[in-house]
């Protein structure tokens, strides 16, 4: 994991790699973007992967999957010092892991810590992807009861937080803002949160990660959602907080605690929509009125007040360049 303010993106594709260089590629990968491990090719199967890491200060993120080979933390490796644990989620197929004297195949959905001071193996019994969040040690500890008694332990699909957990992450990952450092900082203390949340934390850990963790990730969650979907006429609070598992009251208090409404961020992702589709010559034909409803929008003139007071100039103006 980087130092106080590093930011790193590691990516790794097998696809038009030579099958006698995926392994070398892959450990280089593992030893600079996750930690350092063996990776063996499984017999009669070509390796093949696709990740990404994000390593951050105090955590590393790991999207993506690995078929036809295994990644083994050795007896040799663990002399490394290096005392992190990580959240393994098992997005999709199954996924082997032996640590601690346990041979475990969580299937899709289901987690399992892991700690980098054991020899431990992941391999994929059957094609999936994967998500992990590596933390610090020293950094977790403190907010679980007994952090040792969580490693190697399944916890199930359903847990308190876990999915949040994940959708969060990729949320940030997909809306780049760990790219933004006092972003990175927010969201990797939110993460810890919803970490020690799935882990069974401590009373206190637990109220504090209630504060902060959940409604941190509930808020960026439906965030993406409306940013996603901003064009469709019929989103309104009620659809999202649907999505969400939330009451509408509880998900418009999130947006206020955040400055905002529901309603200005909404109008706030037309109008970037909007603003861009100007801009664009592949939308140069088409009537500001037609992409005024494609953003969303059913009233033009409504549109066009929106739109001249969030960029001082009208759609017309930004068309024709004369204003950005």
């Given at each position: 994991m980087s130092g106080k303010d590093e930011f790193s993106i590691f990516n790794v594709s097998t696809d038009h790699i030579a099958e006698e260089e995926r392994v070398p590629l892959l450990r280089e990968f593992y030893c600079r973007g996750v930690l350092k491990a063996e990776v063996?090719?499984?017999?009669?199967?070509?390796?093949?992967?696709?990740?990404?890491?994000?390593?951050?200060?105090?955590?590393?993120?790991?999207?993506?999957?690995?078929?036809?080979?295994?990644?083994?933390?050795?007896?040799?490796?663990?002399?490394?010092?290096?005392?992190?644990?990580?959240?393994?989620?098992?997005?999709?197929?199954?996924?082997?892991?032996?640590?601690?004297?346990?041979?475990?195949?969580?299937?899709?959905?289901?987690?399992?810590?892991?700690?980098?001071e054991d020899v431990t193996t992941f391999e994929r019994i059957s094609l999936g992807s994967g998500f992990s969040l590596r933390v610090p040690r020293r950094v977790l500890a403190p907010m679980i009861v007994d952090v040792d008694d969580a490693v190697m332990r399944v916890i199930p699909e359903h847990t308190t937080g876990l999915r949040l957990l994940v959708d969060y992450a990729i949320a940030l990952v997909h809306e780049k803002a760990l790219a933004n450092p006092a972003m990175r900082q927010l969201g990797v203390a939110h993460l810890h949160d919803l970490l020690a949340l799935v882990l069974g934390a401590t009373d206190h850990a637990r109220e504090s990660t209630g504060r902060r963790g959940i409604k941190a990730a509930r808020l960026q969650k439906a965030k993406f959602l409306i940013a996603n979907n901003c064009w469709q006429q019929d989103i309104s609070v009620a659809s999202v907080a649907h999505e969400l598992g939330v009451t509408p009251r509880y998900l418009q208090r999130l947006f206020e605690a955040d400055g905002k409404t529901f309603s200005s961020f909404l109008t706030e992702q037309r109008l970037k929509r909007a603003h861009r589709m100007l801009r664009e010559p592949d939308f140069a034909e088409r009537p500001v009125s037609s992409i005024a409803y494609d953003v969303g929008f059913g009233d033009l003139s409504y549109f066009n007040r929106c739109f001249r007071r969030a960029y001082g100039a009208t759609p017309s103006d930004v068309r024709s360049g004369g204003a950005f």
């Open positions: 063996e090719a499984r017999e009669g199967k070509p390796a093949a992967a696709s990740f990404t890491s994000h390593v951050l200060p105090e955590a590393q993120l790991l999207i993506g999957g690995l078929c036809g080979a295994r990644v083994i933390r050795t007896k040799q490796l663990v002399a490394d010092g290096d005392d992190s644990l990580a959240l393994i989620v098992n997005r999709s197929g199954v996924l082997g892991i032996s640590e601690r004297g346990h041979d475990l195949r969580l299937q899709a959905g289901e987690a399992v810590l892991t700690s980098a």
